[in-house]
């Protein structure tokens, strides 16, 4: 299994700009597996669906706007991914396509506003076994 195949396009307009005042009013999706059906519910419904012995992951993350298009020395297109600062103007990116970016490339970014150069590559984590 690959990451590209979770790829799909979500018209902006369907993304959540702000969250919802009352959170328990969000949306839920359930599926359910063996009926083959769908129900939309709020999510304070969720405790129809927990069981004893059930664990619920709270995911707490924060998104940042963090998505950076540029060009190569060479011309070509790349997507930048910003996931975590390291220090300073030094960040742990995504890059696509990342295996055409190695130690020492320098991409451009906003008519040459902003510069980057990659320091290290790590090893992808979608290979497959």
């Given at each position: 299994?690959?990451?590209s195949d979770f790829d799909?396009?979500?018209?902006?307009?369907l993304i959540a700009q702000t969250p919802i005042s009352k959170r328990?009013?969000?949306r839920l999706m359930v599926l359910d597996?063996?009926?083959k059906t769908i129900e939309h519910k709020k999510f304070k419904d969720i405790v129809e669906y927990l069981n004893p012995?059930?664990?619920?992951?709270?995911?707490?993350?924060?998104v940042i706007p963090a998505r950076l298009y540029g060009k190569k020395e060479t011309g070509a297109n790349v997507e930048f991914l910003l996931l975590n600062n390291?220090?300073?103007?030094i960040w742990e990116c995504i890059v696509r396509p990342g295996n055409k970016l190695h130690v020492?490339?320098?991409v451009i970014f906003g008519e040459g506003q902003l510069k980057a150069e990659v320091l290290e590559t790590m090893e992808r984590r979608n290979k497959k076994s």
């Open positions: 299994m690959k990451v799909y396009d979500l018209p902006k307009e328990d009013e969000a597996r063996s009926k012995g059930d664990v619920l992951v709270r995911n707490n993350t924060k390291i220090e300073g103007d020492g490339a320098k």
